[in-house]
């Protein structure tokens, strides 16, 4: 697999901090889940594992996502956009993927002047993190 992954990854246009912005995607119903980012490693480990993994800023370190709150995303289809700065990981999400405990990380929708919550949390952020949400 490292052949056709390399060429998989010379096809992407990472910015001048060795990023590119990550959607993932709800495979089987569109839902958006959550926005991310990946550098090189972070495609590298999700294509050849088949499970999100992603670049965390503000550690500067790889994360798989669930690795603490096991609430992984299994790859199903990788994409990338008309211009190659953008990826799109079709994923089937096992549980939530918000580290609010929400299936979304978009839960909250401008509505009459006032931004309105519009999903509550399915699991308590403590029981995904202990005390770290």
Same mark, same amino acid.
């Given at each position: 697999m490292g052949e056709a992954t390399d060429r998989a990854? =010379? +096809? !992407? *246009?990472?910015?001048? =901090? &060795? %990023?590119?912005?990550? !959607? @993932?995607?709800q495979h089987d119903t569109g839902e958006i889940l959550m926005v991310a980012w990946?550098?090189? #490693? +972070? /495609?590298?480990v999700t294509l050849e594992e088949g499970r999100a993994?992603? $670049?965390?800023?503000?550690? *500067? +370190?790889l994360w798989r996502k669930g690795e603490t709150s096991n609430q992984i995303q299994i790859l199903k289809e990788f994409r !990338? =956009?008309?211009?190659g700065d953008t990826?799109?990981? %079709? /994923?089937e999400q =096992? &549980?939530? @993927?918000?580290?609010?405990g929400r299936r979304s990380c978009f839960f909250r929708a401008w509505r009459d002047g006032a $931004?309105?919550?519009i999903a509550q949390p399915l699991v308590a952020? #403590?029981? %995904?993190? &202990?005390? *770290?949400?």
């Open positions: 990854i =010379d +096809a !992407i *246009k990472f910015d001048a =901090d &060795g %990023l590119v912005p990550a !959607i @993932a995607q990946m550098n090189r #490693e +972070a /495609v590298r993994c992603y $670049w965390s800023r503000s550690r *500067k +370190a !990338i =956009d008309c211009d990826v799109l990981l %079709l /994923v =096992d &549980g939530v @993927a918000c580290h609010t $931004w309105v919550e952020p #403590e029981e %995904l993190y &202990g005390n *770290k949400p």
